[in-house]
């Protein structure tokens, strides 16, 4: 397409392939074909529950067993093979695309208010938070892509958003690292502020993609060390290897 004929007829891009939008079609975020694709990735099936991944509350390697470990998610991941979500996830990743984030909480909001009510929980007992990514990538990208998504969900749904949990100085990134080293590598990476005092908050517990689980795991130990009653964790998306 002409460039300045694109200029004028397209406001959006969309945030999987890039391709532009046309006027009057901006408020699905995504172009048709991706949003089918998309829609057809959620639907696919958790080998372990059976269910598809927007029900599914399966947790990772290293996440509690019991219920502060269920984990809401859009889909499944594989890094790499070029679907809707891992491109959404890159996406978001490296590039400060507000549209893709709202439409993320958007798809997010139901799984997490659907939690809290199964825990006898409301919008107005509930914070939001992040587990923070590290120095080094957010110098990169000039951004924190779990700060920008618990934004995101905090504005959709109406639940009070608080920074709660800090990264250490030296922590390592965990991307590099292999599941025991990442385990490790996570109960060190990240602490709270000593005068914390979450009694009495439910907290949504935001990262981009969970692949052991050992960020969650480390971080719902610190939110329950600062008293905060159920902890829901949200992910775009978890990893499957197969």
Known sequence: MNQTLENFLCVFKCPVCLDPIRLGDEESTLCPVCRAKFESEKREICVDCGLPAPLCRCHGEFM???DNGRLVKLAFYRAGNRSAIDRLVLRMKHCLDGRAFDFAARQLAPGILSELAERGSE????IVTYAPRSARSERRDGFDQGLELSL???RVT???HETVLYRSKHSRMQKSLDPISRHRNAAEAFRTAKDT????FDVILVDD???TGSTMNSCISLLKRARAGAVICVAL???RTS
């Not at 919008?123 to 509930?126: F, G, H, N």
């Not at 005092?197 to 009495?200: F, S, Y």
């Open 158 to 160: 109406g639940i009070r």
């Open 64 to 66: 509690p067993r019991d």
């Open 209 to 211: 993609v969970v692949t």
């Open 237 to 239: 998306a978890k990893t």
């Open 123 to 126: 919008p107005s007992r509930a």
């Open 197 to 200: 005092d979450l009694a009495g």
């Open 152 to 154: 995101a969900i905090s």
